[in-house]
């Protein structure tokens, strides 16, 4: 049985987020299938489209061939050129949409995670222990009736159980004021840690949330492929894989001393742990990230020319983002680094700059002591490979009265300084450069991001990475009422047998 039996921990992930966001945003019917591309490549696909068997590794070609009647939504792009190798995607209007949903979970939760772009962990704990007390067995054994729970059910009469009844009946409030709010769905799963949370979110999406009792732990174990285990994906799993052993029960097979003898003692504890589903990390509040990075691998730059061009175009992205999350987060960043990779040299150098104070020009100043910089650089030579800028160093701001709400509407065009051209992905769309929040979640390591983005855009590689939709099918239809909004699903007991026989994440 898994620890921590007073602790309710959900895991609340948006359903294939980047095409709901454009579904929102363009008022497209939820059954009709649409993509999200970036240049040739897929990177979201929403349920209808899977039903269809269109999966994030086709090309855009190959879609229209299994689905012709699918919409295909290119990302937006910013760019003074319309051609891929000078061109900068945008990921703006997915990073606004995940602002405002993290703005209404915080509004009701206070504990939360954010795991990623579109899912947040919530520590539960403390708003059930408040509830339990005032609630009767029927009533509460009712409330988690919109949730599918694995294995025999709940016993109101447990302890443990009855918290994750209640856990249910505020998760799915949630889910409901997200839904009608702003028009998205996501799916859930409540459990007592947060692996067990995040396995369930994921068994029977689009639209739904599995709850896992206690009781029926071992049993998911004794199926469960490891490497659906978060953390038992990468080296650690293939380590795994080479004892011969596929699922966590077989894993439990090798004691605690066997596996520290192969593993080291740090790893054989978490593994040992894990594949019982005992998990005892926390759920650590966090929203707002360290840094905000605006980069772009390149073809080898020659000239001044090419630099200044992209240099503005990159401390214009990063400069919306600046006064986005000034707005939201009340705060100012204190530096600026630049990042460069030149061909005649192997390692990615950085130089760190104040960032000028006040929004009066700011734009302007960024980019003339960053043009300065660069110039009585030495190591600043031509070809240049990388060009990145990250704010970093934030420091919070006196508050004013001024309404989020106000901020968070749209802007009007031209409403931002040296706006540079934005090749639209729809008609529908504003013009205008589009304000951004959210970036990575801890500040860049110059190396090792010079390496990976040295065939790809920075944005690409970022959307692969936040766009996690994983490939399991959906096996339900949205049930749609007369007012066309989909439906938290009718109360029903799961099986896991469907999750289990599909292929690891």
Known sequence: MAICEDRVIAHVDLDAFYAQVEMVRLGVDEEAPLCVQQWEGVIAVNYPARKRGVTRFDKAGEVKKKCPECILVHVEVL????????????????????????????????????ASIDEAYLDLTDMVKKRRGIRDNDENLSRASDSIILGEGLDPSRKDDLSLIIGSEITSDL??????????????????????????????????????????????????P???????????????????????????????EELSRRFGQKDAHFVFDIVRGIDRSEVVPRSKPKSMLAAKSLSGEQDWDGVNRWLRMLASELHDRMLFDEEVNVREARNLVISFKSGSVPRTTSKTLPMPRGQSNRLERMLKEMQSLLRNTPSFSFPIDFLGLTATNFEDKPADNESINKFLKPSAPGSHQAPIEKVQASKNENPGI??????????????KQAEELSQETADFLLAKKLQRDDDIEASRQYSTGKSGRAQLKKPRRGTIDSFLQKAPD
Request: glycine share 6%.
């Open 175 to 224: 889910r409901r004021m997200i839904r009608e709010e702003l028009g998205y769905t996501c799916s859930a799963g409540v459990a007592h840690n947060k692996t067990l949370a995040k396995l369930a979110s994921a068994m029977n999406k689009p639209n739904c949330q599995t709850l896992v009792p206690n009781s029926c732990v071992q049993g998911l174990m004794e199926k469960l």
């Open 79 to 114: 760019s003074e050129e319309q051609e891929q190798p000078k061109a900068k995607v945008s990921l703006a209007r997915y990073r606004e949409a995940s602002a405002r949903i993290f703005k209404l979970i915080l509004r009701e939760i206070e504990r939360v995670e954010r």
């Open 226 to 256: 490891f490497r659906k285990i978060r953390q038992l994906g990468g080296k650690l799993g293939g380590e795994l894989e080479a004892l011969g052993v596929e699922t966590a029960a077989q894993v439990q097979c090798y004691n605690l």
């Open 434 to 447: 589009k304000k951004w929040l959210l970036g990575p979640k801890a500040p860049p390591d110059p190396e």
